[in-house]
Nanobody
């Protein structure tokens, strides 16, 4: 069973920054990975993905503001979030792309508010 442990969320002001981390057990270097978020009352959606080779892709809503990266040696996925907006408020999760692992982590709450 692959374990996913997210951290790094918190409260930020509009225009501020936060950096999320996700430690992944298993054969991390072979997984294409993604960051997902779920706002209250809404479905969970992918916001950023990264291939095994390190190629990123982003949802239009975060393009130019968020940066996804990975450190295979540390088995860790990152999401640098800049110029945060109130609509970025959500619980953020990491998981594999295309075929997410059945067991999601606890997520990391990000709240953007003045």
């Amino acid at each position: 069973q692959v374990l996913l442990v997210e951290s790094g969320g918190g409260l930020a002001q509009p225009g501020g920054s936060l950096r999320l981390s996700c430690v992944v057990s298993g054969n991390f270097s072979t997984y294409a990975m993604g960051w997902y978020r779920q706002a209250p009352g809404k479905q969970r959606r992918m916001v950023a993905g990264i291939s095994v080779d390190g190629n990123p892709n982003y949802a239009d809503s975060v393009k130019g503001r968020f940066t996804i990266s990975r450190d295979n040696a540390k088995k860790t996925l990152y999401l640098q979030m800049n110029d945060l907006k109130s609509e970025d408020t959500a619980v953020y999760y990491c998981n594999r792309l295309l075929r997410p692992f059945a067991s999601w982590g606890q997520g990391s709450q990000v709240t953007v508010s003045s």
